[in-house]
């Protein structure tokens, strides 16, 4: 990544510098590539697919100074965004004294990248290894006029990137420690030296010549401190809510948007069949959601899951449910991954069951009025984890949720939107706890709430058409 980097360490931390293959779970540590142009000798791609399968996140070189994009950027970029994994930009900078330089790189970083604000984009990051010729102080206004800038374009805190040894030596500064450090020592060592001014590192850049598979070369290797939850939440780029989505029925398609605001979707793919009804939901405990779809048959229905957010097979089907019954999904016994349902309007009756497979219902019990015109919801209403029910009354606009999966008492009831609104739910704001949202046909409008109640609408933006199902899901 730091094509300049070695020069700054010391003989001793190089010696840590050695080849290595290191999966993902390797020393207890999430690990993630820096990549740039010198891992693309002679023009060879990297696979990100085969990246992805041992790798957790992965972090591109994209500017340099105020007029250079690397030449890989684009080309790479472009396949993490599709593939939508956790991933992140960082900016090689080269300070001088010339009037308004740090400001100049700073907006020209964010040109080319854009704000770093989708699902599963790391923050940005200052690559600090050039003094340019400025002593300390100019130095650190240097560094914090860069800081600001990117953070006020991007509404982001940066990260930095910097070895201890140049720090302590060109910038020596405590000023700093509130920024997300990653730092970059090549050792052997349990852990790194941190510079002055930080008590812990957020990443640990530990070789430089890593072997991973899927790149064509040797590649500088990166330590996440922490766990998944955590690397997830440095990667909110979004806001760290659900994602809104639609299912087209006459196209049998599925379009779903990076960002709760107008615009195109990112993912957009035929799925199922005419007349099949949509769910979503995260099959594999990956953390990232994905779709399926009920298909009603002649004398039960059948579930189609797909663990991926394109056109193709599906990876789980079985049967379930009779023709008349609507699909739900949801993490109903709290193990991380979620399952499918279904209610029956006839009778009110839940039957929710926890394996992705046939078989009978782990849970079957009323709730609600037997009426053929509810619209069943699943969430988790109280943030304990494990999802929970409910139901919609177009007829009076109420939503009507229970914490428990047995046919107990009403949790949350209340009026939210109007009529002929659809219902749909969702983690709209990273709390880990389910809300609701209205999309307008009439309007084509959506409207989500932060907060269980009959109060108004957080986030509201227009998209789609009005024949459209509206959709959650944490696509990224």
Do not use: C
Request: aromatic share 12%.
């Amino acid at each position: 990544m730091r094509a300049r980097l070695a020069a700054a360490l010391t003989a001793a931390a190089l010696l840590g510098a050695l080849a290595v293959t290191q999966p993902a779970s390797a020393a207890g540590y999430l690990v993630g590539p820096d990549i740039s142009s010198y891992q693309h000798p002679n023009g060879a791609a990297v696979n990100w697919d085969t990246v992805y399968a041992s790798q957790s996140f992965a972090i591109v070189k994209a500017t340099e100074d105020a007029d250079y994009t690397s030449p890989t950027f684009r080309g790479d970029w472009t396949k993490l965004q599709a593939k939508g994994g956790i991933r992140g930009t960082y900016h090689y900078a080269r300070p001088s004294g010339a009037a308004n330089d740090a400001l100049n790189e700073a907006r020209y970083y964010i040109s080319v990248t854009g704000t770093l604000r989708e699902r599963n984009q790391l923050p940005p990051i200052l690559d600090l290894e050039e003094t340019g010729g400025l002593g300390q102080a100019a130095l650190r206004t240097w560094i914090q006029t860069w800081l600001t800038e990117v953070q006020r374009l991007t509404g982001r805190k940066p990260m930095i990137y910097v070895s201890p040894g140049f720090w302590d030596a060109n910038v020596n500064s405590t000023a700093f420690g509130s920024y997300p450090l990653q730092v970059a020592h090549y050792t052997t060592a349990a852990a790194p030296r941190l510079p002055v001014g930080w008590s812990k590192w957020t990443m640990w850049q530990y070789t430089d010549n890593a072997t991973v598979a899927g790149i064509p070369a040797a590649t500088d290797h990166n330590r996440f401190n922490g766990d998944l939850a955590a690397l997830r939440a440095l990667a909110n780029g979004a806001g760290g809510g659900d994602l809104v989505g639609v299912w087209d029925p006459s196209g049998h398609s599925f379009h779903l948007l990076a960002a709760n605001a107008a615009g195109n979707s990112r993912w957009a793919f035929q799925y199922g069949a005419v007349g099949d009804l949509p769910v979503t939901g995260d099959w594999d405990g990956n953390g990232k959601d994905s779709v399926g779809v009920f298909r009603p048959g002649t004398d039960s229905g059948t579930f189609h899951l797909s663990n991926d957010l394109t056109s193709g097979t599906s990876d789980y089907a079985f049967a379930s449910g009779l023709p008349t019954d609507l699909p739900l999904a949801g993490d109903w016994n709290g193990d991380g991954k979620d399952s499918v349902g279904i209610y029956r309007p006839s009778d009110g009756t839940f039957h929710l069951r926890d394996a992705l497979s046939e078989g009978s219902s782990t849970y079957a019990f009323s709730f609600g009025p037997d009426n053929t015109n509810l619209i069943p919801l699943a969430g988790d209403w109280n943030g304990d984890g494990k999802d929970s029910i409910g139901y919609y009354d177009p007829a009076t606009s109420r939503f009507t949720l229970t914490n428990t999966l047995g046919g107990g008492d009403t949790d949350y009831t209340y009026v939210y939107g109007r009529a002929g609104d659809q219902p749909f739910v969702g983690d709209w704001d990273g709390n880990r706890t389910d809300t609701p949202a209205v999309f307008r046909p009439a309007t084509t409008q959506f409207l989500l709430a932060n907060a269980q109640g009959g109060g108004d609408a957080d986030i509201t933006f227009t998209g789609f058409t009005a024949d459209q199902v509206p959709l959650h899901g944490a696509w990224g």
